[in-house]
């Protein structure tokens, strides 16, 4: 495939995909959250793919939506269009797991569709933030929602409300982000624990992955339930046996996605 926002490499059973508009610092519009989600779909169908990376450039995962696209547009045109949710759910609906590896700014949209993947490592000059009330609007894809539910309400009231943003110390202290990592050596270690997920066996993957967003979006009576129905299922699993076989005859394990 031809993408004209992004870069896409496949690095071992890793799909990498770089957010690429350098001249408006990964602004993002249709034409980049189409790309990403075609993308994502192809590595979502590659058995051989087990976990997603998604960054950007050294000075920018993503400074928001594209400004200059919106400026003119009314209600019934982002209506009618369906402006950014379009495919915008892309990476929330991939059941293999994404890492967002963010260096530089993170912002609005940018920190909005960082917040969608389920895990952050941030770069030490990585910036959150979700600014759009200097532009009169609301983080209006999903940052007054995640946000809180990451980082708790004080904290996301106050990026909201002041527009302020936060470094990777203070994202990674609030729960934001889940490793900081030099900037120079962002990619390569986040390819090396993408590796490492990725060799696990991917069907446990998906069902890790289900099962802790169910902390997030049940109560935890519903979520220890389904936690438990899951891990009753994973018993049928070859790659289950498989796994404590190995443990026990000092080995590798050899796991087959089944
Ligand atoms: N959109 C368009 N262009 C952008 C941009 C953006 N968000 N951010 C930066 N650029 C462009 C700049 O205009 C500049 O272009 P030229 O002047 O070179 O032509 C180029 O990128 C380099 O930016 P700067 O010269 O400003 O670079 P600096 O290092 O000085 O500053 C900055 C970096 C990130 C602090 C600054 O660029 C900045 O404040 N950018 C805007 C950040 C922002 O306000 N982000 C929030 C955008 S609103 C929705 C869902 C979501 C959203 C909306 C609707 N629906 C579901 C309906 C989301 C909204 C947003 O994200």
């Known amino acids: 495939m031809n993408y004209e926002n992004i870069i896409v490499a496949t690095h071992g059973k ?21 790309d990403l989600g075609a993308a994502l779909r192809l590595f979502e169908a590659d058995e051989n793919i087990g976990c997603i990376v998604v960054t950007g450039s050294e000075k920018a995962f993503a400074a928001g939506a594209d400004i200059a696209a919106m400026v003119n547009w009314d209600y019934m045109e982002v209506y009618k269009t369906n402006f950014i949710t379009r495919n915008w759910d892309c990476i929330a609906q991939c059941r293999k797991p994404v890492i967002a590896a963010v260096a530089g700014f993170a912002l609005g949209g940018g920190c909005e569709l960082a917040m969608t993947c389920d895990m952050i490592y941030a770069a030490d000059t990585a910036k959150f933030g979700q600014p759009e009330v200097k532009l009169g609007i609301l983080p209006g894809a999903g940052g007054t929602q995640r946000l809180p539910r990451a980082v708790g309400k004080a904290k996301a009231m106050d990026l909201c409300l002041s527009a302020r943003l936060m470094d990777a110390e203070e994202a990674e202290r609030c729960g934001l982000v889940a490793r900081i990592i030099p900037a120079a050596k962002l990619l390569e270690e986040t390819l090396a624990a993408a590796a490492t997920i990725a060799n696990f066996s991917l069907p446990m993957l998906m069902m890790i992955k289900e099962s802790v967003n169910r902390a997030w979006e049940s109560s935890l009576h519903e979520g220890l339930l389904f936690e438990r129905r899951t891990i009753h299922a994973a018993f049928a699993m070859d790659d289950r046996k498989e796994g404590m076989a190995a443990f026990l005859q000092k080995r590798k394990p050899v796991f087959k996605n089944r």
């Open 14 to 34: 890793v799909g990498l995909i770089t957010l690429h508009r350098p001249e408006v610092l990964n602004a993002l519009n249709d034409g980049l959250i189409d």
